[in-house]
């Protein structure tokens, strides 16, 4: 099952492995390059690619070297990397990111990152000017709201002329999205807070405005709804993600991706009681939403045929065995041994750890 195709919107994946979405820090000044060109093509055997977050306007950056899709150099250069991808016979969608309050003044000339509402949170954050402190973001204005959801449809748009078959929403991680559904980090009393309904409002206007300008079969979210990475909390979760997921059926969407509890490298976060636990949320969540779903999260080859053979979800998607088995497809399926990543070049530096995995 894992190695048998799937249509997802109106294309059809040579095989259910995908390539997670995987910030990797190597888009110099934004700006796609030849580089990231050879990594994506070396992975081409996924039946989908999903490409690392890019940033929809240069308010969201929040992270050194990663790219954005707002303009024509950014696009000129995504189109090199979509058709090398297309010439193999993988496709690709661009995962769409708006960090929201998960970033620094020093990306934004000395202005405050902006979020639902202005509230402190602790952490580091890597800047251009080295590690700093992270600050108390200032609430978004109700037209500023407004502009943002523009921005996402019009980098969608962007995305379909630089030759992606589809995008993927980030809601997931702590970034804009999921700030505004989690009622930890929003606190506001108008038509985007308070209720679960207000608090998911923002996600689906944002769903909403992407079908609208590229069509529903080529739009995707991704959400973690036990995810607490980014100091991430809501108090009643189950509910407000089940409401969300429940409306996002409306939609009929290319695919809705859900990620596991979420633990970067090196970290350990605790999941509350009253959350979903570690291997509960693709499960629950499935008798829920009833189109296709990609599943995230520490999956191996024995847990990834298990859960598509048992209809848990139809798509798995790997992250750091695809940065460390361009093959990951070839080597599952032949039970190869897979070549271990290496942490220290996840983030950031030259070809080392990126583009010299053995095949």
């Not at 940065?323 to 041994?337: D, F, Q, R, T, V």
């Amino acid at each position: 099952m894992l190695f048998s195709p799937v249509k997802i919107g109106n294309i059809e994946l040579s095989n259910r492995v995908a390539m997670a979405p995987l910030t990797r820090n190597r888009a110099f000044g934004t700006i796609p390059n030849e580089m990231m060109r050879i990594y994506y093509n070396q992975r081409t055997s996924a039946g989908l690619i999903i490409t690392e977050a890019s940033q929809i306007s240069p308010q969201g950056v929040g992270y050194v070297d990663t790219p954005g899709i707002y303009s024509e150099e950014q696009i000129k250069q995504w189109k090199r990397i979509t058709e090398s991808v297309h010439k193999y016979g993988s496709k690709i969608f661009i995962q769409l990111w708006h960090v929201g309050r998960s970033s620094h003044p020093d990306f934004h000339n000395g202005e405050l990152p902006v979020a639902p509402s202005a509230v402190e949170y602790t952490g580091k954050v890597k800047t251009p000017q080295g590690l700093k402190d992270k600050v108390t973001p200032r609430a978004l204005e109700l037209h500023e709201i407004k502009s943002i959801i523009q921005d996402y449809a019009n980098a969608a748009e962007n995305a379909i002329k630089a030759g992606f078959d589809g995008v993927e929403i980030h809601g997931a991680n702590g970034y804009l999205i999921d700030q505004f559904i989690c009622d930890g980090s929003n606190k506001r009393t108008d038509e985007y807070g308070g209720s679960i309904e207000n608090r998911i409002k923002f996600a689906l206007e944002v769903v909403e405005a992407i079908s609208n300008k590229i069509g529903a079969e080529r739009t995707a979210i991704k959400l973690s709804p036990s995810g607490t990475f980014n100091s991430m909390y809501d108090s009643n979760v189950v509910e407000t993600f089940t409401t969300l997921i429940d409306k996002l059926n409306n939609y009929n969407l290319a695919y809705l991706h859900l990620a596991e509890h979420y633990n970067p490298p090196g970290k350990t976060y605790t999941i509350p009681d009253h959350y979903l636990q570690e291997g509960e949320v693709i499960k629950y969540f499935r008798k829920i939403y009833k189109g296709i779903i990609v599943g995230n999260g520490g999956f191996t080859r024995e847990k990834a045929m298990e859960y598509v053979e048992n209809n848990y979800c139809d798509i798995i998607a790997f992250g750091k065995l695809f940065i460390s088995n361009p093959k990951l497809p070839e080597k599952l399926k032949g039970h190869l041994i897979l070549n271990k990543w290496d942490v220290n070049t996840f983030y950031g530096g030259n070809e080392i750890g990126y583009i010299d995995y053995p095949f």
